[in-house]
T-cell receptor, first 115, second 111 residues
Framework: GAVVSQHPSRVICKSGTSVKIECRSLDFQATTMFWYRQFPKQSLMLMATSNEGSKATYEQGVEKDKFLINHASLTLSTLTVTSAHPEDSSFYIC???????????FGSGTRLTVV | GESVGLHLPTLSVQEGDNSIINCAYSNSASDYFIWYKQESGKGPQFIID?????DKRQGQRVTVLLNKTVKHLSLQIAATQPGDSAVYFCAEKDSSYKLIFGSGTRLLVRP
């Protein structure tokens, strides 16, 4: 089946630094990538949608200059949290959709802690 | 997103009983719905899906019911097992292919 590899699974960084999270589709071409953020005991909130080779589309209230998304190839998308602050600490999850309109594959998530 | 979860309701069931988890979705134009299971610290795991042209779909021990009139989705788990303990989310696909998640329900299975 379709697999999305997300790394790192956990990261701790200092306030003010940047962190990059990678998502790779291992056995299919991800035409669209979705990035979610999940706070404790809450649902997954969609942050942005990216199509390969295009600029990401951000949901209302998500700072595009803070959460940089790159989807340069059909198998790789990255989310960079720039100038991270403690309030950015969260669980970040990617999801990839291939050419099958109804197929969504999720990564295993990245726990970001900003100290 | 259209659905925001600010709290997580809990459903507690006895092992072996059937569980029913409900979800109200927001967009009448959504044409595809998915139930996910999420264990602590992990990404969502696909359970079952249903398209809007159906009102019921069955899998192994799970059934999804869709009522488009009232925009309601339910997940039924037969003979609930301790391994079913997790948080369950419904998600709806809108016309732009975004997958929007509902608020979630925590399922606790008592031995």
């Amino acid at each position: 089946g379709a697999v999305v590899s997300q790394h790192p699974s956990r990261v701790i960084c200092k306030s003010g630094t940047s962190v990059k999270i990678e998502c790779r589709s291992l056995d299919f071409q991800a035409t669209t990538m979705f990035w979610y953020r999940q706070f404790p005991k809450q649902s997954l909130m969609l942050m942005a949608t990216s199509n390969e080779g295009s600029k990401a589309t951000y949901e209302q209230g998500v700072e595009k200059d803070k959460f940089l998304i790159n989807h340069a190839s059909l198998t790789l998308s990255t989310l960079t949290v720039t100038s991270a602050h403690p309030e950015d600490s969260s669980f970040y999850i990617c999801s990839a959709r291939g050419t099958d309109s109804y197929g969504y594959t999720f990564g295993s998530g990245t726990r970001l802690t900003v100290v | 997103g259209e659905s925001v979860g600010l709290h997580l309701p809990t459903l507690s069931v006895q092992e072996g009983d059937n569980s029913i988890i409900n979800c109200a979705y927001s967009n009448s134009a959504s044409d595809y719905f998915i139930w996910y299971k999420q264990e602590s610290g992990k990404g969502p795991q696909f359970i079952i899906d249903i398209r809007s042209n159906m009102d019921k779909r069955q899998g192994q021990r799970v059934t999804v019911l869709l009522n488009k009139t009232v925009k309601h989705l339910s997940l039924q788990i037969a003979a609930t097992q301790p391994g079913d303990s997790a948080v369950y989310f419904c998600a709806e696909k809108d016309s732009s292919y975004k997958l929007i998640f509902g608020s979630g329900t925590r399922l606790l299975v008592r031995p």
